[in-house]
């Protein structure tokens, strides 16, 4: 992992096995959260994506006071060394890290491969004991807001073509031939993507075995075949903004990218907007 | 144990084999070459009423000697048992949780939330919990295994309440149909098959028939049919969803037909007023599947499997065919259109 552009943000199945039972705070986030009580890392906590880290009220991520909460009740210090883990390829892992990114908690890492590479190695403990953690006072400090991108950035972007647009949806969303993958609540009024976005779905940054891929095979998919600009700002975006937050992370971290945003408004808020550019 | 006057002791006698096999039925009306016979091997005779019946048999023997599976109440009116728990689309849950309640083996079922109704209220009639995975957010190449990931875990953290047979790699799956499935139809058709048509699920069966069949006459044609892109035929599994069985090996396949997965509904429901087969849609597909090499082929003597019949699908049936619901509801004379309809 330390062919990455910054490798401190990303441990290790083993690396984390290696440190159970010590401050290393673990937090679990899955899109299925009934992965959590069959079994988890021992010592983890968990992170409900859409209960706990989005604002119940007006869309939009936490806010400050219920982030703070939350670290709070979780027993995580401003401090802390916090791993995140979770299923899907670390899928809404990632948002939240990319949440705690936006709240300037710094030493926070992704464990590569998450819960399912934990589940293929025999040595990895899983239990289903909730741990109790001690309540801490969290206080957030000073944010990012630099890594998240609204809507008038992305229009800007689209009239200006002056920063990399890369749309993680699948080939069809992206190509407007569905609006949102069959069944999803979550849709737009119109099909299609931002002018001048690339397709890359997010997935493709992934092994089987649901570790990222090696930087040079990154640099390929992004850089070569799909004709990112390395050294031009970028937006990332999906449908509801958590899977364009795996694709932030692997632009920011792992190609070391200089100024990426995830924007978390997405297609359901862009295809929405009356008067905005679509291509198709 | 009487095949003859089919007295049993318990359901385990009642699994097929060589001497108890299920039924071959000819195609008669609905073949479209006469010089091909077609005929439908009707898993659904089977005691929990799917071809799952075979594997799960296995796999639960195979657990109980290696896993230490125990009843409840073996160590005392607390004791909660150690069971099964397996990632299902259903049949081979029913099948497992079937054979596991009479064996007094508890049994936790790990199903996506498309699975119909019908079948998550059989496995509770069955004695199986469930634990329902919801189906994928946003569906992408390789993902969305959700209910196999948490029946590992289960397995993993919960290893003294439950052992996983894992359909989807275990090699007792292809044994059962290299045991039974197999020689049933090699003794049925007394040597003469020329094809076999199957589909791909957890691929025991299309692998455990292939190598048995071959190994009696390599030049038996092994077809499987696939459905479509965005299908919606619970047990079966189109080509780019394969990824999660080490079962498919495809130098055993000699043809993969895709088949545009509404015809599943449509052939089952032809099949059923045509032909008395009360086919589920796998089986509907695999007919499409049998229809097609019957004309391309010409001659031969091709055998489908069908996996199970339509009982558990109205809902299915229902959503792909909705012509089926018209007329199920009283008439309002007044104002003809059945009670509760939409106004034009």
Redesign the interface.
């Known amino acids: 992992m330390s062919e990455y552009a910054d490798p401190s943000v990303l441990v290790s199945t083993d690396w984390v096995n290696e440190r159970l039972n010590t401050d290393l705070k673990i937090v679990e986030v899955d899109?299925?959260t009934?992965?959590y009580a069959?079994?988890?890392i021992p010592g983890a906590v968990a992170f409900d994506w859409t209960t706990q880290l989005q604002d119940q009220t007006q869309r939009d991520i936490i806010s400050k006071e219920n982030f703070e909460a939350l670290l709070g009740k979780a027993g995580i210090s401003n401090d802390d060394e916090v791993v995140i883990y979770g299923?899907?390829?670390n899928w809404f892992a990632a948002y939240a890290f990319w949440v705690f990114k936006y709240y300037g908690h710094d030493n926070v890492k992704l464990m590569n491969g998450g819960?399912?590479k934990w589940?293929d190695e025999e040595d990895k403990p899983?239990?289903?004991d909730t741990p109790n953690p001690t309540p801490t006072t969290y206080s957030v400090g000073e944010t990012n807001p630099q890594i998240r991108a609204f809507a008038q950035d992305v229009l800007q972007v689209a009239r200006d073509g002056n920063a990399n647009l890369v749309d993680v949806?699948?080939p069809d969303e992206c190509s407007g031939k569905v609006i949102a993958?069959?069944?999803?609540s979550e849709t737009a009024q119109r099909a299609g993507h931002v002018p001048g976005a690339k397709s890359v779905?997010?997935?493709t940054a992934v092994n089987?075995d649901g570790t990222f891929k090696s930087r040079g095979d990154l640099e390929k998919i992004y850089f070569e075949d799909a004709g990112v600009s390395e050294g031009t700002d970028t937006i990332a975006y999906?449908?509801i903004g958590?899977?364009s937050s795996h694709t932030w992370f692997v632009l920011k971290y792992l190609l070391g990218l200089p100024n990426v945003k995830n924007y978390d408004g997405s297609w359901t808020e862009y295809g929405s907007m009356i008067g905005v550019p679509i291509e198709r | 144990m009487n095949h003859q006057t089919r007295v049993y002791d318990d359901i385990f006698e009642m699994l097929p084999d060589e001497d108890n096999p299920t039924p071959l039925v000819r195609i008669n009306r609905l073949n479209p070459e006469p010089g091909f016979t077609l005929y439908a091997k009707l898993e659904w005779m089977n005691p929990f009423a799917s071809v799952k019946d075979r594997a799960a048999s296995y796999l639960l023997r195979q657990m109980e000697e290696e896993k230490g599976l125990r009843a409840r109440g073996t160590n005392g009116p607390e004791d909660p048992g150690k069971g099964i728990v397996e990632p299902t689309s259903g049949n081979t849950g029913l099948s497992l949780a079937g054979l596991a309640g009479v064996k007094g083996y508890p049994m936790k079922a790990v199903l996506p939330n498309k699975v119909p109704l019908e079948k998550k209220l059989m496995l509770k009639l069955a004695g199986a919990e469930l634990e329902v995975v919801n189906d994928d957010l946003c569906p992408s190449p390789g993902m969305g295994e959700g209910s196999i990931n948490l029946a590992r875990t289960i397995a993993r953290a919960q290893s003294n309440k439950f052992a996983m047979p894992h359909q989807y790699e275990n090699e007792n799956n292809v044994r059962a149909h290299m045991e039974t499935t197999g020689p049933e139809i090699w003794k049925q058709t007394a040597g003469e098959i020329t094809h076999m048509i199957t589909s791909l699920g957890t691929c025991g069966t299309v692998t455990g028939l292939s190598k048995f069949l071959k190994s009696k006459n390599p030049d038996i044609k092994v077809i499987a049919v696939a459905p479509s892109e965005g299908h919606d035929v619970p047990g079966l599994r189109n080509m780019s969803q394969l990824s999660v069985t080490t079962l498919y090996d495809e130098s055993l396949i000699d043809d993969v037909l895709e088949i545009d997965y509404e015809l599943a509904y449509t052939r089952a429901a032809e099949l059923f007023s045509h032909e008395g087969l009360r086919a589920g849609p796998s089986a509907g597909l695999i007919f499409e599947g049998g229809r097609i090499v019957a004309e391309r082929d010409k001659t031969g003597l091709g055998v489908m499997i069908f996996c199970d019949d339509a009982f558990k699908y109205a809902t299915n049936f229902a959503k792909h065919m909705p012509e089926l619901t018209e007329g199920t509801s009283p008439m309002n004379h007044e104002n003809p259109r059945p009670v509760g309809a939409a106004k034009e």
């Open positions: 899109v299925d009934q992965q069959a079994g988890h299923d899907n390829n819960r399912s589940l899983l239990t289903t949806r699948s993958p069959p069944g999803r779905p997010w997935v089987p999906c449908r958590e899977r």
